[in-house]
């Protein structure tokens, strides 16, 4: 579904990281990995902690499928007429992701300490678009992050987005420490998953699942396979055919419960049922459970996506009675050819459309849907054909309240940007046709009317992950504006080079911004006039996915295929 995939891909485009210059030089300070370790494949008793991995070690066999290349990637198109490289032996499978990792501290910019964890030959994971849901690396407190190095490809490995076979890797920033989870290793998105309250990595294989420490502990086993979802609470889990209450150790089979293509499942509000697109449901307390491909009058297409992958996602609403979902790669359409939107009631099968209420004309061919972080409101956007032209922004807009369905009709031919992470504000762009090369840039209140930000349209919309600001970009983003939604306050920045990535500190108002040509630059303040962008890093090559510690206190980010680490200690 063409529309909504470039809605759904609009602001990352826009965020495309690209950058070209020389890496940080060395420096003489080095620090090896302690130990890179990996676990056996047998029940371990809760007292086994990793030991350092012998050169030697016999680990689990590699996933039937998963073939070896002779280059990093990007590597070269295959030879349709050549044998199928070998399979990587176990012991090089681990050895190329244990051997020579070195922690080491790198010349950067005074004031600011800077760490490159280097000896990944393939780099990262990582492409454009979300095609795993962390990408390279996620942080799981403010010193551990779990790291995924690609170790091989599969036969896939010549698209860009693609064939990556990543292993997990935990890593302590503040010691060197590594050690590797025990997981199978896919060229997909089935690795271990984080429980920030129980401050456990979970893993599943062979079988079992297994919760571990952040020193790789096992502290407790589960019957249970792949795939593994954790609630919102950290405190349940699904792992495959198992649901489980990891606070109480209640275990409940869900073997009757066929699951979906498209699985990324909605918890309730009490994380005792689920919902998964497109369509299941599964209520474990009951054993009430349903899937079915589609409902009468309408219908399902699209590639769809697996798990852990950016996707569709589903809302309960309505004191968990109803489903609305958020397509993504996917799309539904009616059985007279016009787009569609259920809102779901998962207890009777039926549902009803929201797109009905608004009698869209027929030159209507598709809308993408946006609904608020609150899940308390909803943005569509329509997308129509007129007199054979194509125009991706059909006028109007519409608010919708949830669960009430009122309709606020928005005139013009809007860009949707994003919301605020209470879901009271959000950012669009109103565009004069589909030619235009400008527009306006427009803030509204899900209380008020909108306001007119500035005449000309935005390149993008970041917004602070907690205080409702907003930094937009303009003039292919060497110009900032930084936006208080609530006061109106507001300021301009003047950059030297275009802007890559805007990164909010999660804790105060500081900014990272990465620029065009790979310099990393840190605003402690964007709306003070006395506070201006300090470079923290020289220009680097290849930086993408800028990411702060749950603290505040470090800000990590790749470059080509090393991982680096800046303290941001400023007083």
């Keep these: 579904m063409k529309t909504i995939g470039w809605f759904a891909t609009c602001l990352l485009i826009l965020f495309a990281l690209a950058a070209c210059s020389l890496p940080a030089e ?22 086994n902690t990793p030991a350092p991995l012998p050169t030697n070690t016999a680990v689990r066999p590699l996933e039937p499928g998963i073939e ?12 349709p007429t050549a044998e199928a490289p070998a399979a990587i032996p176990p012991e090089e499978l681990v050895r190329r992701v244990a051997a020579g990792l070195n922690w080491t501290a790198v010349r950067g910019i005074d004031k600011f300490p800077l760490q490159r964890l280097s000896g990944f030959e393939y780099g990262f994971r990582y492409a454009p678009y979300g095609y795993c849901e962390f990408g390279p690396y996620r942080w799981l407190t403010d010193e551990q992050l779990m790291l995924f190095p690609i170790v091989a490809y599969t036969n896939w490995y010549e698209d860009p987005t693609m064939g990556k076979v990543a ?8 010691d060197g420490t590594a050690w590797l989870p025990d997981a199978p290793r896919t060229d997909g998105c089935d690795l271990p998953v984080w429980s920030a309250a129980r401050q456990q990595v979970i893993e599943a294989s062979h079988g079992e699942v ?29 792992a495959g055919a198992s649901w ?28 005792t049922e689920i919902f998964e697109c497109c369509f299941s449901y599964v209520n474990p307390a009951t054993g009430e459970h349903w ?14 996506v697996g798990p852990g992958y950016y996707g569709s996602e589903s809302h309960w609403l309505i004191d968990d009675t109803q489903i609305l979902i958020q397509p993504g790669a996917i799309f539904f359409q009616s059985e007279a050819g016009k787009p569609a939107l259920p809102l779901i009631d998962p207890e009777s099968q039926t549902y009803r459309d929201i797109l009905e209420l608004l009698s869209l004309p027929e030159t209507i061919v598709d809308c993408a849907p946006f609904v608020a972080p609150n899940a308390a409101y909803l943005w569509l956007t329509c997308a129509e054909y007129v007199d054979e032209v194509y125009n991706q922004f059909a006028d109007p807009a519409y608010l919708i309240t949830l669960p009430s369905l009122e309709v606020v009709p928005i005139s013009g031919n809007l860009l949707f940007l994003g919301w605020s992470a209470d879901g009271r504000f959000l950012t669009y762009n109103n565009i004069a046709n589909r030619e235009a090369s400008s527009g306006q840039t427009w803030l509204m209140s899900i209380a008020g009317e909108p306001q007119l930000v500035v005449a000309d349209s935005a390149d993008f919309a970041a ?6 600001t907003v930094a937009l970009g303009y003039g292919a983003s060497q110009q900032l504006l930084f936006v208080q939604a609530e006061t109106g306050q507001r300021r301009w920045l003047d950059f030297p080079y275009g802007v890559s990535q805007i990164a909010w500190q999660p804790a105060g108002s500081g900014v990272a911004i990465l620029s065009v040509e790979g310099t990393i630059y840190w605003l402690a303040d964007p709306l003070a006039a006395n506070s201006e962008p300090v470079p923290v890093t020289r220009p680097m090559s290849e930086v993408n996915t800028l990411r702060w510690s749950p603290n505040g206190r470090h800000l990590a980010f790749i470059s080509e295929n090393d991982f680096y680490v800046v303290e941001m200690a400023i007083e």
């Design 26 to 47: 060395p420096v003489s300070v080095t620090r090896p990995v302690v130990a890179v370790t990996e676990v056996a494949n047998t029940a371990v008793p809760s007292t």
């Design 68 to 79: 070896a290349t002779a280059t990093p990637h990007p590597p070269q198109q295959p030879n």
């Design 167 to 174: 292993q997990a890797v935990v890593f302590n920033a503040a």
């Design 210 to 238: 297994r919760l571990r420490d952040l020193a790789g502990t096992i502290v407790e086993t589960y019957p249970g396979s792949l795939p593994l979802f954790i609630a919102p609470s950290g405190q349940r889990l699904l």
């Design 244 to 271: 489980i209450d990891l606070t109480t150790g209640e275990l409940i089979s869900l073997d009757g419960w066929q699951r979906v293509k498209f699985q990324r499942p909605a918890w309730s509000s009490d994380e």
């Design 291 to 304: 899937t079915r491909d589609s409902f009468p009058g309408f219908w399902v297409s699209g590639v769809g």
């Design 463 to 468: 917004w602070h992950p907690g205080v409702p």
